[in-house]
């Protein structure tokens, strides 16, 4: 591959993936100590070309010389097949600490794929081993990789890229670029191109290539977030796993899911206090709803997303009373029912009389609790006429585990939990899908009072709401900048990526970035904030280069 232009430069940076094979040879050469570079054409069955070149530019940067020039031949001098290239000799000077990139080729136009190095790989042996990549700016061409003889492939080898039709190529990523930032620069360069070649559905095309990456479902929806390109993927539909929020620690925290704004503050309303039991049971306050003349109370438990054990006020969903004192207890174990740690469910109480509590959801760790209803009605989230009296845990946070957290047919956000099995973009997305009709006709509100209505009660960002609507596939009235949600390409008081503080991204804005970086200016306190522009908490080369790629048109 020729050299590209500086700027196509800039825009493959971001290319690079996490793991693929790694290449091997068992021959172990001595690294010499001196300004050259040797590359052994005999591993490429280019034992018949009379001429080696060597094309070296700095990464992101220029190359020193043109394209297959004079002062790019290698030498060979004692014609065994391995060429030599004398940097000294060809006034090339590398910088310690930059990155470098180098192809080689013959004067038959054969040539190698690109191989990273910098001053610490001087006087190694690059070969190849017959690994051929995809052409990642064409598919319907191949390049043959090369390897150091002495390096780690994933520290110094062929550089990682996602090619034009969503593959994934290479061993080493350029500096400590995120996989989730290379995911996003394919979907702002190559998504097109890739659903016209690659023969996939939108899908499965992210779905492969998030997996190649080793992304999760919040990973993807994230950079569908940042960027707002439109696809159509739903996470619902992925195999992606979810995020490992099992894995997090504070120095790496919790991917931010499905474009919500943290709202981690819990919540325990008003109800009255009851210890926990032993068992595995589950009671129930019937005075507290006020059912204290009833004889009969059933106990309705299924698994979330699935099915309810018994049918609806069955005999083996009758509680029992056994005080008199008006607090209900269901046996679990003596309705052989089974329930599996970590899995949801819901439980709905309910009388003889045919009055019921709303949704409640639970887990293993809540049994013993007692459930109790206060003053809270909620609006019918399926029939807006009708209310439904509202039951609390004793002792959860009812954020946790509470009132199932559902969207209503006007438009209204009702409950405290949301399903662990789902998340507030995909609540919106249901309610675009199967509600927004009858809320357009009987809510009163206009498209944007709805979503906007329905994305504060959620704590969506816009770009949330711009993900639920493409997700969805249904037209809505609804205008990004009219909208009064949380832009999020905005933190606080700065705008992202203002590394100058001027209100506006710019030119300057990457430069000041630039010569941070080489120790010719200073960032502190706001200034340094705003220039992570790719927020993933380090002021690197990414953030102008992702700056660059706004002020071009391609972010």
Same mark, same amino acid.
């Given at each position: ?87 000294? =000799? ?62 780690? #492939?994933? $520290?110094?080898? #062929?550089?990682?890229?996602?090619? @034009? ?9 350029? !500096?400590?670029? =995120? ?18 070649? =690659? ?31 439109? %696809? ?32 981690? $503050?819990?919540? !325990? ?19 507290? &709803? ?23 006020? @069955?005999? &083996? $969903? ?22 599996? +740690? ?51 845990? @004793? ?18 956000? %009702? ?13 919106? %997305? ?40 493409? =997700? ?25 990526? +203002? ?52 002020? %071009?048109?391609?972010?």
């Amino acid at each position: 591959m020729k050299k590209l232009t500086a700027l196509v430069l800039a825009l493959i940076l971001a290319f690079g993936t996490l793991t693929v094979a790694t290449a091997t040879e068992t021959t172990d050469v001595q690294t010499e100590v001196s300004n050259v570079l040797h590359f052994d054409a005999n591993t490429t069955g280019w034992n018949n070309f009379k001429k080696v070149f060597c094309h070296i530019w700095e990464y992101e940067g220029d190359s020193f010389y043109a394209w297959q020039a004079k002062a790019e031949a290698c030498t060979d001098s004692d014609g065994d097949g391995v060429w030599t290239y004398d940097l000294d =000799s060809k006034n090339v000077s590398l910088y310690d600490g930059a990155l470098y990139v180098v192809i080689f080729s013959n004067e038959n136009g054969m040539q190698t794929y690109n191989l990273l190095f910098d001053t610490t790989v001087l006087g190694d042996t690059a070969y190849c081993d017959g690994t051929m990549y995809e052409n990642p700016e064409d598919s319907s061409k191949t390049a043959q990789a090369a390897f150091w003889r002495n390096q780690d #492939p994933k $520290e110094f080898g #062929p550089e990682m890229c996602i090619t @034009s039709i969503g593959n994934v190529v290479g061993t080493c990523k350029p !500096y400590d670029i =995120s996989a989730q930032f290379m995911f996003k620069v394919f979907l702002i360069n190559k998504l097109e191109n890739a659903r016209i070649y =690659s023969g996939k559905e939108d899908q499965q095309l992210l779905d492969d290539l998030g997996s190649a990456l080793g992304l999760n479902k919040a990973d993807v929806l994230e950079a569908i977030c940042n960027t707002s390109v439109a %696809v159509e993927w739903i996470t619902r539909n992925s195999y992606l796993p979810e995020a490992p929020l099992e894995e997090a620690t504070p120095d790496q925290p919790i991917p931010p899911e499905d474009c919500v704004i943290p709202d981690d $503050e819990p919540y !325990y309303p008003d109800v009255p206090s009851y210890p926990m039991t032993e068992g595995n049971v589950l009671h129930f306050d019937a005075n507290s &709803a006020g059912w204290n003349n009833f004889k009969k109370v059933y106990c309705h438990i299924w698994e979330y997303g699935g099915d309810s054990f018994y049918a609806w006020q @069955s005999k &083996a $969903e009758q509680c029992k009373d056994a005080d008199g004192d008006g607090i209900w207890t269901y046996d679990l174990d003596s309705k052989k029912i089974s329930l599996e +740690d970590g899995t949801l469910y819901g439980v709905i109480f309910s009388n003889e009389n045919g009055m019921q509590t709303y949704n409640l959801l639970f887990d293993m760790t809540v049994l013993g609790d007692t459930a109790c209803c206060n003053d809270t009605y909620y609006e019918s989230p399926e029939d807006s006429s009708k209310k439904v009296h509202i039951a609390f845990w @004793s002792n959860q946070n009812a954020k946790k585990f509470g009132p199932e957290k559902q969207v209503t047919s006007l438009g209204n956000v %009702v409950g405290t939990c949301i399903p662990r099995t789902t998340t507030e973009v995909e609540m919106l %997305v249901g309610f675009l899908e199967y509600k927004l009709v009858n809320a357009q006709i009987y809510s009163g509100k206009s498209d944007q009072e709805l979503v906007d209505g329905i994305g504060k009660e959620l704590n969506l960002t816009k770009q949330g709401v711009v993900v639920a609507i493409r =997700s969805a596939e249904v037209y809505v009235d609804w205008d990004f900048y009219k909208s009064p949600l949380v832009d999020k390409n905005y933190i606080s008081d700065y705008l992202i990526g +203002d590394a100058d503080g001027d209100g506006e991204l710019s030119v300057l804005d990457a430069s000041l970035i630039q010569m941070y970086l080489v120790g010719k200016k200073d960032l502190i306190g706001i200034a340094l904030k705003a220039a992570d522009a790719d927020l993933d908490g380090e002021v690197s080369v990414m953030d102008a280069s992702l700056i660059q790629m706004i002020l %071009v048109g391609k972010k």
